[in-house]
């Protein structure tokens, strides 16, 4: 893999009609490099990417490629390879005539075609297929032939957007293996959009945050998960309590302080995951307003002066009631600190 | 209870549709002088003799090549327009909408008129030229419909598909919507091709010296002709239009794209 920036976005900004979706974007993905663009539906990820691809124009900003400019030149002379959320395979070819498609356009020799395209078919297992219409395909098979037919044209850069969220969840495992074993094998540089945390953090190099139409944050997948720079992206990561902090202490919605734990920097804010919140002994008390088994743990929400806490114990551990008070600890160990909510 | 009483609204819708077309049949297979039904006797004669009525030939075939041109026409201007208003967000895509459906709201016999009085007579326009511009603006309605119609099922990301792929706007066009709204082209053309084949209203004040569609020379004949080979006549279209869309029916079943 080299470190030389492949794709690199400055000062994007896109937008439909009145509305602008996304606001001065600056992000770079390395040649090779798999990245998840993540973030929750709406907050530009797709629109970022169909602007990559040239589907939207730019109202402000550049996109080049292998060092160039490619904000302008047409989507079908990018060279960009994109696989749509819903396969959008052509209903009236095969499976084979569908991955065959970019070849075709290319004029490709016949021999040719036939080798590449069947390779394709093949390293997604589904040469037996080729046949096959579209609608005779399950959803997986479905997907499998989008990406070969996205992949056989050897794209400088593979666009996937949300490529998995159409399966079900033992599929979605076993084609996560796939996507990037094809990935490290062919050495493509993808960028993968989502917004499945953990999707994100299992197949990414390094995973781009997405908040409404800005990046909040960037990082490889084991440092965003554990060290999360802002509200936003420790509520993505399971850090469900959030507090900004002051020299007076823990702050949450309801405007009720607690006292920070000791050492806690004096500005910025903390975050706790369930299982890092200390219950049944601390400092601090708060009433228990509702408890929900869940397999191995059961999950307690309590209601503190500064606002509510997730908290999580054991399902072996002693059960408490609801309408409980109860002591609990925030300790900075298990905390995230962040720079802001 | 209930389901007899559906039973017999079914029966009587279906007679009230089928019912006009087995008396025409009827009559035209009758062995009597006028035309009759019950049939008095059943006879050939009068399907021969509607080959043998010099007057029907002319008008048959201006029917047919009206038919074919102003349906080709009604698609070549429909399915862009079918295109653009399912793909893009027009400005004023909602009045286009409502005007393009215009010419099925007026009746026909307006359009007829209104052509007539506006055009025809201020220009000099040929019969024909008339007649062909009539047909085809009554036929625009129903081609956007029905191609508009299978467009709908069409997902819109696979022309993105395409291009990203390498193809031009156009291409895509071509080697990705096209193929798959064929079969919504070819039922906007047999739909359009048979009504207008049977158009009447507005042919009524187009047709003009020598040149005649065969409706019209239909009711030319019947006024001083009171035979039952107009009856035959009419049983053979109504069976040549069947013909049609049976055949279509079987070899494509385009009547799910309507």
């Known amino acids: 893999m080299s470190d030389a920036v492949f794709l690199r976005l400055s000062g994007l900004t896109l937008g439909y009609g009145d509305m602008i979706a996304v606001e001065g974007l600056d992000l770079s993905v390395r040649r090779g490099e798999l990245v998840a663009l993540l973030g929750p539906s709406g907050c530009g990820k797709t629109t970022t990417m169909r602007a990559i691809a040239g589907l939207i124009e730019a109202r402000a900003g550049r996109i080049e490629l292998d060092g160039r400019d490619i904000t302008r030149v047409p989507a079908n002379r990018r060279d960009v390879g994109l696989v749509f959320q819903s396969y959008a395979l052509f209903p009236h070819l095969s499976a084979f005539d569908n991955v065959a498609f970019g070849l075709r356009l290319r004029r490709v020799p016949r021999v040719e075609l036939e080798r590449r395209a069947g390779a394709a078919l093949a390293s997604v297992g589904l040469d037996g297929l080729a046949a096959r219409l579209p609608r005779e395909l399950s959803g997986g098979q479905q997907q499998r032939i989008a990406l070969a037919r996205a992949m056989v044209v050897e794209p400088r850069l593979l666009l996937l957007d949300e490529p998995l969220s159409n399966l079900d969840a033992r599929l979605r495992l076993e084609m996560r293996g796939e996507l990037q074993r094809l990935q490290r094998g062919l050495g493509i540089t993808m960028l993968y959009v989502t917004h499945d945390q953990a999707e994100a953090l299992a197949l990414a190099d390094r995973v781009i945050v997405m908040r409404a139409g800005r990046i909040e944050q960037v990082d490889d997948a084991e440092t965003i998960y554990a060290r999360p720079r802002t509200g936003f992206v420790a509520r993505f990561m399971g850090f469900e309590t959030v507090f900004a902090l002051d020299a007076g202490g823990l702050h949450g919605e309801t405007g009720g302080v607690l006292q920070a734990p000791a050492g806690a920097p004096a500005a910025g804010a903390l975050a706790w995951r369930p299982d890092g919140v200390v219950l049944g002994h601390g400092p601090h008390r708060g009433r228990i307003r509702a408890a929900s088994f869940g397999g191995a743990k059961v999950e307690y929400l309590l209601d503190t002066s500064a606002g509510p806490v997730k908290a999580e114990l054991p399902a072996r551990a002693p059960r408490h009631g609801v309408g409980v008070e109860i002591p609990f600890d925030l300790p900075l160990a298990t905390a995230a600190v962040l720079e802001r909510l | ?258």
């Open chain 2, 1 to 258: 209870m209930m389901r007899a009483l559906g039973r017999l609204a079914i029966a009587l819708v279906l007679i009230f549709l089928v019912g006009p077309f087995l008396v025409v049949i009827g009559a035209g297979l009758t062995a009597g002088e006028v035309p009759a039904f019950p049939p008095r006797g059943l006879s050939l004669r009068w399907v021969e003799a509607v080959f043998a009525v010099e007057s029907f030939r002319g008008p048959f075939v201006v029917s047919l090549v009206l038919a074919f041109g102003a349906t080709l026409a009604a698609l070549a201007l429909g399915v862009p327009v079918a295109y653009a208003l399912s793909r893009y967000a027009l400005p004023g895509g909602e009045a286009l909408r409502t005007l393009l459906f215009s010419p099925a709201i007026v009746p026909a016999i307006v359009v007829g008129l209104a052509l007539l009085r506006h055009l025809v007579v201020p220009l000099g326009l040929p019969v024909l030229h008339a007649l062909f511009l009539a047909h085809a603006a009554l036929l625009v309605p129903y081609a956007v419909r029905v191609v508009g119609a299978s467009l709908e099922h069409l997902r819109p990301d696979i022309e993105e598909a395409a291009v990203l792929l390498g193809a031009s706007r156009a291409r895509a066009f071509f080697a990705v919507v096209l193929p798959n709204i064929r079969g919504g082209i070819l039922a906007a053309f047999i739909l359009g091709f048979i009504s207008s084949f049977n158009q009447v209203p507005a042919s009524l004040f187009l047709t003009g010296p020598g040149v005649s569609t065969l409706p019209i020379q239909m009711l030319a004949y019947m006024e001083h002709t009171y035979d039952p080979s107009v009856a035959a006549l009419s049983a053979l279209v109504a069976l040549g239009s069947i013909a049609v869309v049976f055949v279509a029916e079987r070899a494509l079943g385009i009547f799910r794209y309507v």
